[in-house]
C-alpha cells in the first residue's frame, strides 16, 4: 500500500483538520482494485467499512420498486465513500456502490474508525461537520426537485458539467439515468436535448455534447445556476 499517497489524499480533503494523527486509521486499512461494473457493497449488506477513493469512479445507487437503478453520488479521487454509514445503528448500507470505471480503494474498518474517534475528537468532529454538509446538501435536492422545472434542472446540471470539462461535456450516466437523477421523464429529457439542438443551443447525441449558447442555457437555469459552483467560469470558459 503507497502510505504516503493516501496520507496526502486524507489530509487534503476541505473538511479535514491537520490537528488530527492519519496513522490510526492506517492501522487496519488496505488497497483495493476493481474494474468497470464491480459492487463495492450492496444494499443491505453489513456496513463494515469505508472507503478513500484513489482513482476512477464509484456510483452510489438505490434499487427503485420499478427495478431501475436510480444513481445517487459520483465518489470521484479524493473523497470519501460511506464514512457517515458507520455510524448509524442499524449497520447495513443504505445504497449499493458500484465501480463506474475501473478504480482503486483504500478500505477502512468501522470499529478503528470509532476508536479512533474517542482517541481524537477532532476526527469525530470532522465526521459530525461532513454529516452536516451531506444533509444541507439533500435539503438543497429536495428543495430543487420541488421548485424548479425539468428544464432548468437540466440547463444548470450542463453547466455545471461544463464548469469541469469546459463546453464540451459528457454525460457520466445513461439518458435513463440523468433523467431519474434529475427527477424529469426519459422522454422529456430527449425532447429538451432535442428542442435545444433546433434553438442551436447544444451540438451533438448520446452523451457527448457541445454547449454552443452557454448564456442561453444560464437564462433557462435561473437560480438553480446561480447556485451551481462555477457557473461564472462556465459563461466566461472559450467555445472550442
Known amino acids: 500500500m503507497n502510505v504516503e499517497a493516501v496520507q496526502v489524499m486524507l489530509a487534503s480533503h476541505p473538511l479535514w483538520s491537520q490537528t488530527i494523527p492519519i496513522e490510526p486509521l492506517l492501522a487496519d486499512a488496505s488497497i483495493t482494485a476493481l474494474q468497470k461494473g464491480d459492487c463495492v457493497f ?5 456496513a463494515d467499512y469505508w472507503y478513500l477513493v484513489m482513482c476512477g469512479r464509484i456510483d452510489t445507487l438505490r434499487i427503485g420498486i420499478d427495478g431501475e437503478d436510480r444513481i445517487l453520488h459520483h ?13 448509524m445503528p442499524h449497520r447495513t448500507y443504505p445504497v449499493e456502490a458500484r465501480a463506474a470505471e475501473d478504480s482503486t480503494l483504500c478500505r477502512f474498518g468501522r470499529d478503528n474508525l470509532h476508536q479512533t474517534c474517542l482517541d481524537h475528537p477532532q476526527l469525530a468532529l470532522c465526521m459530525l461537520a461532513l454529516a452536516a454538509d451531506v444533509l444541507h446538501q439533500r435539503i438543497d435536492d429536495v428543495d430543487t426537485l420541488a421548485s424548479t422545472s425539468a428544464a432548468q434542472r437540466l440547463a444548470a446540471y450542463l453547466l455545471k458539467l461544463a464548469n469541469k470539462t469546459g463546453m ?4 457520466p450516466l445513461s439518458q435513463r439515468q440523468l433523467a431519474a437523477k434529475l427527477g424529469i421523464r426519459a422522454e422529456t429529457l430527449n425532447r429538451l436535448l432535442a428542442d435545444w439542438q433546433k434553438l442551436g443551443y447544444l451540438e451533438g447525441r448520446g452523451r457527448a455534447w457541445r454547449i454552443t449558447t452557454p448564456r442561453a442555457l444560464a437564462t433557462l437555469a435561473g437560480n438553480v445556476a446561480c447556485q451551481a459552483d462555477g457557473t461564472a467560469q462556465a459563461l466566461s470558459a472559450p467555445i472550442p
Open 42 to 46: 450492496r444494499q443491505g449488506q453489513r
Open 75 to 87: 465518489a470521484l479521487p479524493g473523497q470519501w465513500l460511506a464514512p457517515i454509514v458507520m455510524f
Open 168 to 171: 464540451r461535456v459528457e454525460f
